[in-house]
């Protein structure tokens, strides 16, 4: 792997385990880690300018589901909003074309970029992967937060003791 790349990857795959072991040691029912989690991914596509990990908690309890995997949901994406925006523009064009088009970016001003980011097509397109992605996420964390706690929870128990005996 290139070099510059390694600390990144490492910090990438370290917090991917992190959240996945904080959804999985949850003891509460399938159905509420599920709908926690789901609530928390779907906040990400709403831009919340910083405060989209809070707010998935909050939404989380609000709709019954667990508080902790609602935070693990919200903090899952939260680095990927840029490519999360710009899939909200896409979706929405497919559906709706905007008022205004630009074929360069010369012809960008503080009139066309409102009607292209804040339009129809970007509330429309937001609204379609924020049900696509709640069902994805509530179907896959239902399934696998039954299925594979406990077999997770004894891997990162091997795994911590692996690293404990290295050490």
Known sequence: MLQFLRKPWF???RGTKSL???VFRVKDASERVARGFALGIIVNFIPTFGLGVLISGFVARLFGGNVIAGLAGGASLTFFWPFLFFL?????GLLVRPEVVVHDVAELNEKSMNALMW???FI???SV???????LAYIAVFFLHARLRP???AWFRRRRLRRLQVT
């Open 20 to 22: 996945a072991l904080r």
């Open 129 to 135: 992967n924020i049900m696509l992605a709640g069902l």
């Open 124 to 126: 429309l397109g937001m």
């Open 151 to 153: 077999a997770a929870l």
């Open 119 to 121: 339009g129809k097509s």
């Open 88 to 92: 909200n523009l896409r979706m929405g």
């Open 11 to 13: 910090r990438f795959r």
